[in-house]
């Protein structure tokens, strides 16, 4: 079984180490002792990760839109990028830089542009995962 020190399972988590502790200390997720180090087992922080996850979800909002699409990443334009057909938009969700390539019509009906929110939605036939 895998498992992970406070401060890999904080950078796991996108958060600071001592964010991490505290929710150790307040029993958010279990721990255990590896002399002295405070140790996470995986299944732990991934039940945790879910139930944060769970939490941070925005409420119910009618003026939220209908999609399938359920990999959402709210962040930031950081990027645009217009071609005279093609554009591409960059957005940071945390610590995710999400590229998208659309049509610069899209774009322009948006009204995207640097420093505005945005969410990224991600609904792929195909998602790779590598591990570690």
């Known amino acids: 079984m895998e498992s992970y020190t406070i401060g890999q399972a904080a950078r796991l988590l996108g958060v600071s180490v001592d964010t991490a502790r505290r929710w150790a200390d307040a029993d958010r997720f279990p721990t255990r002792r590896d002399g002295k180090r405070r140790i996470v087992d995986g299944p732990d922080l991934a039940a945790f990760c879910v139930e944060a996850a769970q939490e941070a979800s925005p ?3 009618a003026d939220a839109p209908y999609t399938s699409a359920r990999n959402a990443f709210p962040g930031i334009v950081t990027g645009i990028r ?3 057909v093609a554009a591409q ?3 940071q969700a945390g610590p995710h830089r999400v590229v998208s390539l659309l049509t610069r019509e899209a774009v322009e009906e948006l009204g995207l542009e640097v ?3 945005a969410t990224a939605r991600v609904k792929s036939t195909s998602v790779h995962i590598d591990r570690g």
Request: no cysteine; charged share 40%.
């Open 59 to 61: 409420a119910e909002d």
């Open 82 to 84: 217009l071609g005279d």
């Open 89 to 91: 938009v960059e957005v």
């Open 115 to 117: 420093g505005m929110r």
